[in-house]
């Protein structure tokens, strides 16, 4: 059966079978009544058909199974036969009968992570998975089996930085326990989840509220936004822009950097649900600079479908913090909407309720929430061209 594979597709596939891809000729998935998936390559040569085992999934990811296909391909073309060659170099298979072998952690992590993108609100999440992972755990147990990782493998992962980067730490900690989990789901380990912590980890280390609290992100005080966007405007290029718009709509980071252009519609952006925090679609109202900024990317990525882009690309995640490091500014991108914030409480008398739509906050109060079904759209309109006067140094009228 000829399918187009993803991490989805592949993932979800139960009945026992052989499954072809679309992309390169040859690839094969291989799902055992098991319920084990195993990467094939099956080529002809000489009259005679063989087949190699590529490895199992999810130890070996989609992208990484077509590449090794690839070359597989490429070495027919220079007539050599693949599977002799294997036999030469002592690999030498079964060809049918793939071998199971022991899946790492690492191997295993990297694709639970791509499994997971799809239900994140922004790229930045998983970037930040995939940080953690490399920064503290692959170091430790990147290469060891995933069923013979112990709770003292995690405590040596865990006890060096659990009082110096507690918030970091517990953050790891929630990761690994679900990638066990997951892995224990697959029937690649059995018994207790060692990352697991009431009951468990809990008896062993801090909890981590007693060592720190949570820190906030930096802030710019709102009295010094005025000044810090004449200095951005100085600056000619797409990262400068998009984080001016970002601060002149209180947005999220992910909102503006995969914005795309057919969701704004004469002077309203609309986010789609699914890259908005609280999962609902949300309206922005754009002011007049908002809407120029928006012609000045245009202008200088005409064929692209995101607001703000470089040939053709949205920008990566770290463009609009290096603006902040480039004018040596002490806070942080997602800052920008504590600065707003305040400056609606302390410099206007625009309703609290107003300024918490504006910023797309979930109401977590369900009486409060009922009260409130419309998404005051001109309300927030007055309160954001406000900003924008503000902003540009003028006077403002709440």
Known sequence: MTIKLDIKTVTNLKNPGRYTDALVKGLHLWVKSSQRKYWIFRFSHAGKQHNISLGPFPALGIAEARLKAQQE?????TG?????????????????????HKTVFKDFALNFVESKRAEWTNQKHGDQWIYTLEEFAFPVVGIKPIDEIDTQDILDILEPIWVTKTETAARLRGRIELILAAATTRGLRSGMNPALWRGHLQTILSAPSRLKKVEHHKALPYEEVPKFIAQLRQIDKIGAIGLEFLILNASRTGEVIDGRRDEVTSDIWTIPAARMKAKKEHRVPLCPRSLELLAIARAMDPDSIYLFSRNGKCLSNMAMPMMLRRLNIDATVHGFRSSFRDWVSEETN??????????AHAI?????????RKDLLERRRLLLNDWEHYLNGKETNP
């Open 73 to 77: 391909r490429d070495k027919l073309k």
């Open 80 to 100: 050599t036969n693949p599977a002799e060659q294997r036999k030469l170099s002592g690999i030498n298979k079964p060809k049918d009968t793939p071998q199971p």
């Open 350 to 359: 625009h309703p609290s309720e107003v300024a918490e739509m504006a910023l």
């Open 364 to 372: 977590t109060n369900k009486v409060e929430a009922a009260y409130r």
